[in-house]
């Protein structure tokens, strides 16, 4: 038993594009969010609503699987359900398809709730979730965790958070440290390589004016190209990812 | 007599916009320039049929006024028009209106023709504006230029090109120096003040790993408060640009 489906439809503009016309995975991300954003306001759990019972929620994992990234000007069907949650976590897949209903990318993310006032994870109150429809389920769903980084191979880069890597959390959206994780691979990289599959971790927010370095290491398998990343401060993992590639 | 009118709807996303709930004027920028994507297409001159003829078109200016930027889950209304044309020089409008036909944001926009091949800005051909219906104006239209940076006084904030700041043209997209002008005011700024109107104007295209320096000036006015901004490398000017704010 799962929780109940929503669907929405997402015109594929050029500028969520990268130059290869295919989509980012910072700006599909971004739709995803706004997708299931669409679903709490229609279950009477908008954000202000979240707000005003003093949550947040926050995004802890993605696990995703790519068939083909869309395209610019393509009509994209992204659907997303709840699956079931447990005292901490909220357990949510995404379904993109296109047109002719073929799967192009499929997203299992984990949910936590944010006290707002504290700024603590907090036990999964039950009016936030029940809305949903998906069940409680004792045990922790197993999410596969990215592969580690190796560190002696390593490259690194070094960013500073700015004003527009900002969101209403007031601290930085997740889709940036995607950015700086992707960017640290190299133009050369991202125009010869395609995304097969990816998995992320969000450890601990960043904060405006905060500088950080983005590690990356790559290792070559037999059938694919796997790289592995870490973002961090001078005395903080804040987000661990790994992603497997295939050559154009 | 102006062009034939286009128009197109668009509902502001939330990773559309600032931690205020106010859509970025890069982000709006990205929509004015699809919509008038849109009616090239319609027009039968889409971005691939002008690669076809060997040609780009380029942004070489802004001038914009506000009365106030679209909010998030706003529905907003973008009129489009080709005014007229001159031997060098193609100018459009841009209306941005409410729900209930209120007039939010106007914009001005001076458009070239790039040959892709010689990377030059060449005589407009006829061929690629007759189908928007706008008049042949031997003179220049005059549009503000922006008001010169106070060097004395400028602050400084320095950006590298990175791999998603560049767009199928092959170089650094225009709503990134936007970016990386109001940056450089730093977050109080942005958060205690609010747009009037700009001016952008383009010099010079910049390409991927250049590393560049956002100068900024602030001066008060009696009613407001304007700053002046130019993005530039080691020997090159690439944009200037002067925005108008009112406290919040």
Redesign the interface.
Known sequence: MSGKRYGSIHNV???E???T?RM?L?MLL?VL??VS?EQSVKLGLS?EKMAELGYAWIVLQHSFSVKRMPRANETIHVETQATQYNKFFCYRNFYVKDDNGEELVNFTMVFAILDMEKRKMIRIPAEVVEPYGAPFEKGLLRVPRPVELNEEDAGSSTYNV???D???N?HV?N?KYI?WM??SL??DF?TEHELKSGNIKFEKELL??QHVTSLASVSEKTDNIQTAHRIQTADCVHCTASFEWKGN
């Open positions: 503009l050029y500028y594009c990268e130059k016309h980012t910072s971004n969010i706004q954003g954000d700015r004003y527009f900002i969101d209403a007031n959206n889709s950015e992707l960017d190299g133009a991202l405006y004016g």
